[in-house]
């Protein structure tokens, strides 16, 4: 197996704890261990909140890595998608929407630091 | 918002009820649990399924087949009738509510329920059940195999007496 | 004749790079004016957004409307997901007059032209009603002769089962695979399910799926969302390593997860390196390559 295989794996493990510790913060089980703490301000969902942020960052859900990169490369297609990822004008015209809709402050978004603040 | 329910009043028994209901017909729905995860949101800010006021079972019976336990703001709801504080009331549309404020969590609504609809939140000693999003249910919206459906009550009973095979 | 523009959406590019070309090649093939549409943002997750903030997801999705409406094409949707956002936001914005007002102010105000004749098509749409089934199977210089079971995703459920789901499996049959039913058919791939609960999502959807494919011998399960893609890429890298951790062989990782698009050019005499059917893949295709071969 290729060095970037099992690179990508590990990957994807990370990814699975990640994803466990994040639904492991219910606010039911939270509950038990700090029985007087009130909800965070933040209406964004905890196990949401990275999709979010890269979809503030990127515009879509997705970054292209350099894996993806290489792929697209070997499938005979442009190495940037004509995306967002391509035309940088569109995630600057979703920042713009998304802060006149007030979602950054409901989400208590930091754009400038590109995370949340609870 | 747009409230889609309007109040239906039943002369015999002199109350208002809601006029539509939920209906859920397991052979579209594909388990998704979008309808919980919305309504957990919607009410508690949260994706944790243990908010959610409507649950989604898979079939024992028939593996792939889901089905879903949700409140019918029934003509003749047991969790009011059985409510020792009257904490569960008829608002002025209908919806059966469980009033966060007289509720003391003895959780006999949910005993008496025939399907245990009111259950307990998880934070606090007292009881919840739907409240039809105050008229537009978030969770018809996300339903996106039209599983869910909000029909008026009379269209519901003969939909739901087809589902159980010509029985009402 | 329509010009189309495609819709890549968040996963596609990244992940499923073979699916694009592959899809590319087709409409080509099938003499489609078909392009990709550019400069798009996500869709916007419908499963996320519209609970999170209906106006917000109302008016992201119409971003990318209006997208359409200024490059002048038929916005084609491959992934569910997508084209739920899209195909749910025009008939809000054509049936609700409020909602129209507050997304053509919110365009307005970065500039972007109110989307007001776009056409959103799925792509199984553009290939059984606009290309129509005939051509297809035309088209088609060898039948597969392959064995699979199918995911047709939730989303495409919203018009009906005679439509988007008949369409699938119409498509399927003409290229010459033979579908397998399961009781598992219609259930979710549990996309969205893994924000709020990633076990049930990987072991109840994916695994269980997976694991009846390779119970019945089939050579592969076919799909047309990317968002399900998605899903099944991730559970089934999770199940592997957990698998290979036990040192048991994973069942559910045999079976390998194909997009119609790919099938369509195979059926069409591309060859798999023509859109590099092999690189990036969750579950390698060489066992279903070694048979389509020796047919």
């Known amino acids: ?118 | 918002m747009e409230a889609v329910i309007a109040p239906l009043h039943v002369e015999q028994l002199n109350i208002t009820v809601t006029d539509k209901i939920l209906v859920h017909d397991p052979s579209k729905c594909t388990g998704c649990c979008q309808c919980m995860i919305a309504c957990a949101y919607k009410h508690f800010k949260t994706f944790d399924l243990e908010y959610a006021l409507l649950q989604v079972h898979e079939d024992p019976l028939q593996p792939g087949r889901f089905i879903n336990a949700h409140c019918s703001h029934c003509v003749h709801a047991m969790c009011l009738a059985a409510c020792p504080k009257e904490a569960i009331y008829r608002d002025e549309n209908g919806i059966v509510r469980i009033s966060p404020l007289k509720c003391v969590g003895c959780g006999i609504c949910s005993y008496a329920c025939p399907i245990s609809i009111p259950k307990k939140h998880p934070r606090l000693n007292i009881y919840m059940k739907c409240d039809l999003c105050d008229g537009d249910p978030v969770c018809v919206k996300m339903c996106s195999a039209e599983a869910l459906k909000l029909l008026p009550r009379e269209e519901a009973f003969k939909i739901v007496a087809e589902l159980r095979g010509g029985s009402p | 004749m329509k010009r189309y523009g495609y819709f890549l959406g968040c996963v596609m590019p990244v992940k499923m790079p073979w699916a694009e070309k592959a899809v590319m090649l087709v409409a080509k093939h099938l003499g489609l004016h078909f392009d990709y549409l550019r400069g798009t943002t996500c869709c916007i997750r419908p499963g996320v957004w519209k609970p999170l903030d209906y106006d917000a997801w109302l008016t992201l999705t119409s971003y990318n409307l209006a997208l359409a409406e200024e490059q002048e094409v038929v916005l084609v949707d491959s992934c569910n997901g997508c084209w739920i956002s899209h195909y749910e936001t025009l008939q809000e914005l054509r049936e609700n007059s409020e909602k129209r007002e507050m997304v053509a102010s919110y365009l307005k105000g970065i500039g972007k032209p109110f989307p007001e004749h776009v056409e959103v098509r799925h792509f199984l749409q553009v290939l059984y009603e606009d290309v129509g089934l005939e051509k297809i199977k035309r088209k088609v210089k060898r039948k597969l002769n392959l064995r699979a079971t199918r995911h047709i995703g939730c989303h495409a459920r919203k018009l009906g089962d005679d439509v988007l789901p008949r369409y699938f499996d119409e498509i399927l049959e003409a290229l010459g695979v033979e579908i397998i039913d399961t009781p598992y058919d219609k259930m979710c791939c549990g996309l969205l399910l893994f924000l709020a609960d990633p076990e049930r999502s990987v072991y109840e959807r994916v695994e269980r799926k997976l694991n009846y494919a390779y119970e019945q011998e089939a050579d592969f399960c076919a799909l047309i969302c990317s968002g399900c893609y998605d899903q099944f890429d991730r559970a089934v890298r999770i199940l592997r390593k957990e698998a290979e951790a036990k040192g048991e062989l994973p069942k559910a990782c045999s079976v390998p997860v194909v997009h119609l698009a790919e099938l369509m050019a195979l059926a069409f005499g591309y060859k798999p390196e023509d859109f590099g059917m092999q690189h990036l893949r969750c579950t390698p295709v060489d066992r279903l390559l070694a048979k389509l071969q020796g047919c």
């Open chain 1, 1 to 118: 197996m290729s060095e970037r295989a099992s690179g990508a794996k590990l990957h994807w493990l990370r990814l699975l704890k990640a994803a466990e510790r994040l639904t492991k913060t219910k606010l039911s089980e939270e509950i038990q261990v700090h029985p007087w703490r009130r909800p965070l301000p933040s209406e964004a969902p905890p196990p949401a909140k990275p999709a979010l942020a890269r979809d503030y960052e990127v515009g879509l859900v997705y970054p292209v890595t350099d894996e993806a990169i290489e792929a697209r490369a070997a499938c005979g297609l442009p190495k940037i998608p004509p995306t967002a990822h391509l035309y940088r004008d569109s995630v600057y015209e979703k920042r713009r929407l998304l802060e006149a809709l007030g979602v950054l402050k409901r989400f208590q978004f930091n754009g400038i630091e590109r995370r949340f603040k609870y």
